[in-house]
């Protein structure tokens, strides 16, 4: 988890935020890091650090998860792992992992960081608890003809136009769209 933190530190010090909101995540996130790196783990249970996507496809339309324990739609991705070198390869496991899609195509620039309170499973014997996610999410860009095959952690995928978006939507995806399709 060494590399990975100081991956971490990294590209969130010379990340230029997407918003003022985002920058106010930016300086949370890395005060966050201040700790080491347990803040990548789930054993930090005041807070730790998760990797997400947003994966377009080549028409704009945007690939959600409907979470199964959450009930709502969002974007693929999760904890941190041992194996991850990088935040930005963290999120791209995670998404090909939860949507089945292979090649996907990485910007490893962060389009967004989101904090919200969560319950965290039970895991590497550490009982489920209230804790908090630091959320750093990258833009994933859906190779033509690709097609998702939905995994244990998602009750349903579906491609949704930016206009057209399901319900109930997940506090903060909305707010990664505007970043991502502005790469595009």
């Known amino acids: 988890m060494k590399e990975l933190h100081a991956d971490?530190?990294?590209?969130?010090t010379g990340w230029t935020p997407t918003s003022e909101d985002a920058g106010q995540a930016r300086e949370q996130?890395?005060?966050?890091?201040?700790?080491?790196?347990?803040?990548?783990?789930?054993?930090?249970?005041a807070g730790h650090v998760t990797?997400?996507?947003?994966?377009?496809?080549?028409d704009g339309r945007i690939l959600l998860c409907l979470h199964g324990r959450l009930r709502k739609w969002m974007q693929l991705g999760g904890h941190c792992e041992a194996g991850d070198a990088t935040l930005a390869a963290a999120a791209l496991r995670e998404a090909t992992e939860e949507s089945g899609i292979p090649g996907l195509v990485l910007d490893e620039a962060p389009i967004d960081i989101d904090i919200h309170d969560v319950r965290c499973g039970a895991a590497d014997g550490v009982p489920a608890t209230p804790s908090v996610h630091y959320d750093v999410r990258f833009l994933l860009r859906c190779p033509p003809g690709a097609r998702e095959r939905i995994s244990a952690e998602s009750?349903?995928?579906g491609w949704f136009s930016p206009?057209?978006?399901p319900s109930p939507l997940a506090s903060g995806t909305i707010k990664q769209i505007a970043p991502a399709l502005a790469r595009l």
């Open 8 to 12: 971490a530190v990294r590209v969130l």
């Open 155 to 157: 009750a349903e995928l």
């Open 29 to 45: 996130t890395l005060a966050l890091l201040a700790a080491g790196p347990v803040a990548m783990t789930r054993a930090h249970r």
């Open 51 to 58: 990797a997400s996507s947003l994966i377009v496809d080549g």
């Open 163 to 165: 206009d057209a978006l």
